[in-house]
Every structure is written in structure tokens, then in C-alpha cells.
């Protein structure tokens, strides 16, 4: 059974830092392209940073590019989106995900993704 557990949600002030954690179980997280998405309330849910599997064509949207990134920890089978100056508009529940082949490399689109954790909270107001 694949099960994917975010943590690492905190409320933080404008211009901070957050790193969450996304641990992986029932698969290899290093060999699936994954996906950090970001809903805030009454909005769609949005893709915030995705990589495929051997962490080919990054892809952030321009709001976030260049403060967010992703790493992996083989060995921890997790992965992490590190996020820098945050701004209240990063405000959202954070979700990753993975496709459910190995070979599927995502557009970043949330459809495309099949295993999804159950989110973490960030808030970032002063």
C-alpha cells in the first residue's frame, strides 16, 4: 500500500523559511517524478514545484521560482520542498504526490498524479 505523509507545515512571518518533508512508503520515492502542490482556501489546487524522476525539467511557476526547491533523500525515502522568503500568498494547505508509474513524467498538472499525502498547513503572516 503506498502511503505518502507530509509534515513540516508551520506559521511563519513574511520573508521566513519553511522545509517540508514528504516520507514515502510502499514505493521508492527516487525512482517517481514528484509534485509539491499548494491549495489555498477557495482555490484550486496548483502545482508549486515539480521534477520528474531522475529530477529532469523543473518546473515552478513564476511566483515561487527561485524560492522554492526540491531534494531527495534516498536513504529516508523522502523528499523535501525547501521554501525561502516566504509571502502570505504562500498561505495554503502543501500536498506531494506521485504518478502512478514510474514512467509517467507529469506536467505538473494534478490530475496526472495518482498518490497524494495529506497535506500540511503553512502560514505565512506577521
Known amino acids: 500500500q503506498v502511503q505518502l505523509v507530509e509534515s513540516g507545515g508551520d506559521s511563519v512571518q513574511p520573508g521566513g523559511s519553511l522545509r517540508l518533508s514528504c516520507t514515502g512508503s510502499?514505493?521508492?520515492?527516487?525512482?517517481?517524478?514528484i509534485g509539491w502542490f499548494r491549495q489555498a482556501p477557495g482555490k484550486e489546487r496548483e502545482g508549486v514545484y515539480c521534477?520528474?524522476?531522475?529530477?529532469?525539467?523543473?518546473y515552478s511557476p513564476d511566483d515561487v521560482k527561485g524560492r522554492f526547491s526540491i531534494t531527495r533523500d534516498k536513504a529516508k525515502n523522502t523528499v523535501y520542498l525547501q521554501m525561502n522568503s516566504l509571502k502570505p500568498e504562500d498561505t495554503g494547505v502543501y500536498y506531494c504526490?506521485?504518478?502512478?508509474?514510474?514512467?509517467?513524467?507529469?506536467?505538473?498538472?494534478?490530475?496526472?498524479?495518482?498518490?497524494w499525502g495529506q497535506g500540511t498547513q503553512v502560514t505565512v503572516s506577521s
Open positions: 521534477i520528474g524522476r531522475y529530477n529532469e525539467n523543473p
Open positions: 504526490a506521485v504518478p502512478g508509474l514510474r514512467s509517467i513524467q507529469p506536467m505538473c498538472n494534478a490530475p496526472e498524479y495518482d498518490y
Open positions: 510502499g514505493l521508492a520515492l527516487d525512482e517517481y517524478a
